[in-house]
């Protein structure tokens, strides 16, 4: 019996639970066909073999059970570039699409940017491919996060701009030089939240890159106390922060000697972004 892909798109979308079943049956078709994602809406009427049929059923299966699509196709798009996505790194999200809008509003003469926790590369790379005159360092403690990043930053076209640190921000002696932005997207989600957290982020982003601790504050506790050293006089720190958050980490800065310039709302309206000086 033939196979067609508008037939096959109509049966896996009986089988997911997804918010838009429809499109992750259109990701996954055209992954397992080796096709642009576009191409499917022009040849949805054409054969799918039994091995491809078989290859989609698996990649099916591995949605239902709660993998992320970006993890099973293996990119994600942010902003309007695309990167790399694998269980090494936290996916990029579109939460922090709102840190890149605050830092592109504030920052047209930054030099030197400082990434820190910097997972798939996200923020800096999209950032640099807007700054063009700005060069940057990113950091991450873990070493397949590394990687990730250094591939998303080739695939961008900005490897040659930035300086990749495997290591933790806290053994910061390591940084001779201080940033006009620093940027971080840190673990903020409290221990006890994780087990509460949607399968396909608990089971398929780094447990590294959600756990802040008991109250989720942990993180920007250890940034508030370093970043004065490596801010220059008149830089800008952007930091994402979790749902009513604000208070709190403003609180942090502020014991440090930091001021809290402005603060950012997302697309619902909730707070993600704040933005503090010396």
């Known amino acids: ?15 997911l639970q997804d918010d838009n079943p429809r499109l992750t049956s259109r990701l996954l078709i055209s992954y397992a066909l080796g096709l642009d994602y576009n191409d499917i809406y022009l040849k ?21 059970k709660g993998e992320p699509v970006s993890k099973i196709i293996g990119k994600k ?17 579109p939460d922090t699409e709102t840190l890149i809008e605050a830092v592109l509003n504030k920052a047209d003469n930054a030099k030197n940017i400082l990434d820190i926790g910097t997972g798939s590369g996200c923020i800096i790379i999209t950032l640099l491919s807007k700054l063009n005159q ?8 873990s070493k397949e ?11 961008n076209n900005v490897y040659d701009r930035i300086d990749f640190i495997n ?6 002696n390591f940084l001779s030089e201080k940033f006009d932005i620093i940027t971080s997207n840190p673990p903020y989600i409290p221990t006890k939240d994780i087990e509460e957290l949607d399968i396909d982020v608990k ?10 601790g008991e109250d989720g504050l942990d993180f920007y506790r250890g940034l508030s106390k370093i970043l004065n050293e490596v801010l220059s006089d008149n830089g800008l720190i952007f930091l994402e922060i979790g749902i009513n958050q604000e ?32």
């Open 203 to 212: 089971e398929y982003d780094p447990n590294i890159s959600l756990d802040g």
């Open 134 to 141: 700005a060069k940057g360092t990113t950091i991450d403690i």
């Open 77 to 93: 798009e942010f902003w309007d570039l695309s990167f790399i996505d694998t269980i090494h790194n936290l996916s990029p999200r």
């Open 167 to 172: 290591d933790s921000i806290f053994n910061h």
């Open 145 to 155: 996060a590394i990687k990730v990043a250094k591939q998303n930053a080739k695939i």
């Open 247 to 278: 208070q709190d980490v403003k609180n942090i800065f502020t014991k440090e000697g930091f001021i809290l310039n402005s603060s950012y709302k997302d697309l619902l309206g909730i707070t993600r972004c704040l933005e503090f000086q010396k």
């Open 1 to 15: 019996m033939k196979i067609l892909i508008n037939n096959k798109i109509n049966q896996i979308i009986n089988k």
């Open 44 to 64: 949805d009427d054409i054969e799918i073999t039994n091995t491809q049929n078989k290859q989609i059923d698996e990649l099916v299966a591995r949605r239902i």
